[in-house]
């Protein structure tokens, strides 16, 4: 058996490579809003030939791209990565909390953790036994000279100092937090989108197999039609009585 050269194989009609060195699709297998971007491109775009899967693909980004960019004016900084990602097969799921946790520093980590205990019940058990501890150790005069007398000078000074130290931080940690939350809500819009844009394709890509079978079966209809006809004439020949001489001779 003779191999086939590579004058015979299937050619890309773009970038101009065999069949063996790249996959290649019948370009009457595209859809139609794809070919008219390739064909703005190579003006002797023919539906008879092949073009290969990395060209192809990139005429999808394109064409995709421009569809972004006609219903939502100018591309952003996501939607580019969507289309990117759409061009390259690539999963833009990932789990946000853990890439972003990994990329703060220390005083933001500590902050989360005194923000964190601050807004618990032992905090608050632990503050309160300890007011409670001071407040019965100057108030019963267990000491002959108290160090915070009443009216508890001092320890207001303290709740006054704890106070103005925990308000920054926590406020730290919900700015980190709004971080986080503006981060997932930039990913979840990269997943609807890619989604969104995804299914758009698939859509198109089922119409565009529907109208292709629609025609075959019109023209196998067509055949069978021809092919029924056929038959009837022949049927017909067939079956036409043939007079005998006897009869001929009574009907003169």
């Known amino acids: 058996m003779q191999n086939t050269t ?31 971007v390739i064909t703005h491109t190579k003006p002797d775009w023919s539906e008879d030939g092949y073009i290969c899967v990395d060209d192809l693909n990139h005429f999808r980004y394109e064409y995709v791209s421009s569809l972004v960019a006609d219903e939502k004016g100018e591309l952003t900084d996501l939607e580019k990565e969507v289309l990117e990602s759409m061009e390259k ?42 007011m409670a501890v001071w407040i019965t150790i100057n108030s019963l005069a267990i000491l002959a000279k108290p160090y915070d007398p009443f009216p508890y000078i001092l320890l207001n000074l303290v709740l006054s100092c704890l106070a103005a130290i925990q308000a920054p931080i926590i406020m730290m940690s ?12 930039s990913h ?7 989604a969104e844009l995804e299914i758009r ?21 067509k055949i069978q039609l021809e092919l029924l006809s056929e038959m009837r004439g022949a049927g017909e020949t067939t079956a036409s009585p043939r007079k005998k001489p006897g009869a001929e001779l009574q009907d003169k």
């Open 188 to 194: 979840d819009y990269q997943v609807n989108l890619k």
């Open 201 to 221: 394709q698939l859509h198109q890509k089922l119409d565009h197999l529907l109208s292709h079978q629609w025609e075959r079966l019109v023209e196998i209809q």
């Open 89 to 130: 097969h690539e999963i833009l799921s990932t789990q946000v909390d853990e890439v972003y946790e990994s990329q703060i520093s220390f005083g933001q980590r500590l902050s989360d953790r005194i923000a964190q205990f601050g807004g618990s019940w032992s905090f608050i058990i632990f503050f309160a036994v300890v």
């Open 174 to 185: 919900q700015n980190r937090q709004e971080d986080k939350d503006r981060a997932r809500a």
């Open 6 to 36: 590579p004058s015979q194989q299937p050619v890309c009609q773009i970038c101009g490579r065999h069949a063996p060195e790249t996959s290649l699709v019948a370009a009457s297998l595209i859809r139609p809003a794809v070919t008219e």
